[in-house]
Each structure stands twice: as structure tokens, then as C-alpha cells.
Nanobody
């Protein structure tokens, strides 16, 4: 059974940093695209960032220059380093993975596996 388990969320002041981790089990995702999405209260789930099997990355405009996605294929883990956090970044952050190696999609419908989410709260 495939599982994605996020960790690293928490409460931080504006301007601070957090590092999210997503550990995958049940299958290897070294050849798959993986991503992060987030959902704030009362809002739709939105794309944050994705990384391909080769390390290619893409980001939402709202986080570009502040967030960095990376992966450790040996550990089947993907990370999201979040710097210069803003109150608008407050949301539940979800890790997601695709079965395929196709990279570049920002649509949640293209991701096949999801974690349970981790709360990130940024205070002003």
C-alpha cells in the first residue's frame, strides 16, 4: 500500500522558515513526478511546486524565490524548504505523487497519491 507521510509543519512568525518532508513508502517514486499543494480554509486546493525525476522544478508564482523543492530518491523523500514565510502561506500542505514520470502538471487531478497533509500557520 502506497503511503505519503508529511512532516515539518508548525507555527512560525512572518519572515521565518520551515522545511516540510514527505516520506513515501509502498513503491519507489524515483522515476515519478512529485509535488506539493496547499489548501487554506475556504479556498480551493492550489499548486505550490513540483519536481521531476531528473530534478527539474516548477513553482507557483506566489512562492517563486521563497520556496525550494528537492528530492532524495535514495530515501524516497521529497522536501519543501519555505523561507520568508507570509501569513498568506497559512494552509494545510499536501504532498502528492504521480504514477508516471510526466512532469510539469500543476493540476491536482494529475496526481495519483496524496499524503494526509501538514498544517503550516504563519503569524503576522
Amino acid at each position: 500500500q502506497v503511503q505519503l507521510v508529511e512532516s515539518g509543519g508548525g507555527l512560525v512568525q512572518a519572515g521565518g522558515s520551515l522545511r516540510l518532508s514527505c516520506a513515501a513508502s509502498g513503491r519507489t517514486f524515483s522515476n515519478s513526478a512529485m509535488g506539493w499543494f496547499r489548501q487554506a480554509p475556504g479556498k480551493e486546493r492550489e499548486f505550490v511546486s513540483a519536481i521531476g525525476w531528473s530534478g527539474a522544478t516548477t513553482y507557483a508564482d506566489s512562492v517563486k524565490g521563497r520556496f525550494t523543492i528537492s528530492r532524495d530518491n535514495a530515501k524516497n523523500t521529497v522536501f519543501l524548504q519555505m523561507n520568508s514565510l507570509k501569513p498568506d502561506d497559512t494552509a494545510v500542505y499536501y504532498c502528492a505523487a504521480r504514477r508516471s514520470s510526466a512532469f510539469g502538471s500543476t493540476s491536482s487531478y494529475d496526481y495519483n497519491y496524496w499524503g494526509q497533509g501538514t498544517q503550516v500557520t504563519v503569524s503576522s
